[in-house]
């Protein structure tokens, strides 16, 4: 089946610094990669939507000036948390779609701290 | 109204019964229907998607689809400790062919009992 790759697995940075997470698609071309965040105990709410060779589309709500996304391969999405801050704490999570299967699948996530 | 809702749980039921989780959707148009389970401080895992009215079955696992109902279920037979986990309800409004986002449930934390 379809693989997705992310990383780092666990991020503590300090407050105020940026963070980049990666997530790859491993044996597939992912056209579409769509990043989420879960706070405890809450369902998994989409940030934005990376499509390769164009910009993100980000959700109501979700400052794309702070969540910076690149999608310049068909294998490579990266978020990146810029100017972060202790209520960014949360648990993010990629997912790419495979044209093969119609399937989602997803990374790993990333649980990131600020402190 | 939330666009998909689940039970939150928790659901507990004792190993080697079947335990039964619900969800129910606003959109009329969502065409197609997925089952994730998420293990505590893990990402979510594909068990089952559905596309058509009906029941489809994946060993253990059976999905229920009634879209007049706006109705998808997921039945697990045979319970074991090792299904305690969030069941995440997950639907998106385009067919299997287009890639849009799929909208998620709260989740059901399933307790198997041994």
Known sequence: GAVVSQHPSRVICKSGTSVKIECRSLDFQATTMFWYRQFPKQSLMLMATSNEGSKATYEQGVEKDKF???HASLTLSTLTVTS???????????????????GYTFGSGT???VV | QKEVEQN??????PEGA???????YSDRVSQSF?????YSGKSPELIMSIYSNGDKEDGRFTAQLNKASQYVSLLIRDSQPSDSATY???VNRYDGGSQGNLIFGKGTKLSVKP
């Not at chain 1, 972060?84 to 119609?102: N, Q, T, V």
């Not at chain 2, 939150?8 to 039921?13: K, N, Y």
């Open chain 2, 8 to 13: 939150s749980g928790p659901l507990s039921v």
């Open chain 1, 68 to 70: 910076l996304i690149n």
């Open chain 2, 18 to 24: 079947i335990a039964s989780l619900n969800c129910t």
């Open chain 1, 111 to 113: 649980r990131l701290t």
């Open chain 2, 88 to 90: 995440l309800c997950a």
């Open chain 1, 84 to 102: 972060a801050h202790p209520e960014d704490s949360s648990f993010y999570i990629c997912s790419a779609f495979d044209r093969r299967d119609y």
């Open chain 2, 34 to 38: 997925f089952w994730y389970r998420q």
